[in-house]
């Protein structure tokens, strides 16, 4: 079912729909078919093809008319919450690993910790050889977080890659109340052992993991690469296959990975600045689910309004 939505302006406050904004467009369901329906909540990121300037950030947005689509079928939408009516939860995971020049970046990632909507949540933590390091748990002080960031110390090669980091960290979130939630993986997206060959970290099953445990939990996943004590001097191919991990984790819990050439970044703020703009343009998304049977669900998200760019998870697994 096509849902009529109004002018949305990239304000907060003003970016709210709650589920009686619906009530008038989509009949209620009877008792019947309450027991065929149950609720899911995805994390969106809606905001136009062009980059905004920073000047631009008031500007009006058409958004039209807004889709969602489960399996191939229409579904009914009941809210989409923004940055007031929910505080975002972030948890930002550092690759212990990382070669020595990630340092540089360290008090750019601070700042964008400390200009963080008021509010916010944040965790910090250091993945070593799969293993989460809790620096600062989930609370709204964000100076504290920012302090919490800390040099790395050494480039000692882990013996695993980083993803059994992120499925604990995902843990956490289940404290925390449902609304808009996001993972910064920061990290080469390796995932093997030092001498490995470059072809059989071609799957990961703690990757495979992590994505189906982000979209249970509505957890977006965003990602920059930097290359790690295994990477920094190894092959192509093997820093091409961190990279493709980290795009296909990103890509199927609706984020995005932050990825330029396979040398370590001269500048993180790029990225960071892009990384803003797309969580100031997150939205939780509840609608109702027709489908009950367990298993995998596609996901889409669209508007009718070209302009328009929505990233939002591929599916999740329903069980």
Known sequence: MLVGMKIFRFIPALFLLTAATFSGLAQKPNER?????????????????????EDQTQEFLQADRLLVREDG?????????????????????IQEDLSSEFNLHLQDLRKFIRALPKGSRVMVAYVRGGTLQIR??????????AASIRILGGSAIAANGPYEGVLDALRYFDALPAGRR?????SDGFEGA?????LSALRSVELDRAIVQAQRRSVAVYSIFSPGALTV????????????FLER?????????????????VSIIPYLKDLSLLLGRQFALT?????????YHKVEVLSTNPEVKIEHPKGYFYR
Request: hydrophobic letters at 35%; proline letters at 5%; zero cysteines.
């Open 182 to 186: 996001a993972i910064l993986l920061l």
């Open 287 to 295: 609608y109702l689910s027709t489908h009950m049977k367990k298993g």
């Open 194 to 198: 030092p001498g490995s060959s470059p």
């Open 33 to 53: 078919d309450r027991q065929r329906v149950r609720t899911v909540t995805i994390p969106v990121s809606i905001f136009t093809k062009r980059e905004l300037r």
């Open 233 to 244: 001097r190894a092959s192509s191919t093997m820093i091409l296959n961190g990279q493709s």
């Open 73 to 93: 079928e229409e579904q009914t939408i009941l809210s989409i919450r923004s940055v007031v009516n929910s505080p975002l939860s972030l948890a930002v995971l």
């Open 136 to 145: 600062h748990r989930f609370n709204d002080d964000l100076e504290k977080a």
């Open 249 to 265: 984790l990103s890509d199927d819990t609706g984020g995005r990975a932050f990825i330029r050439g396979t040398d370590a970044p």
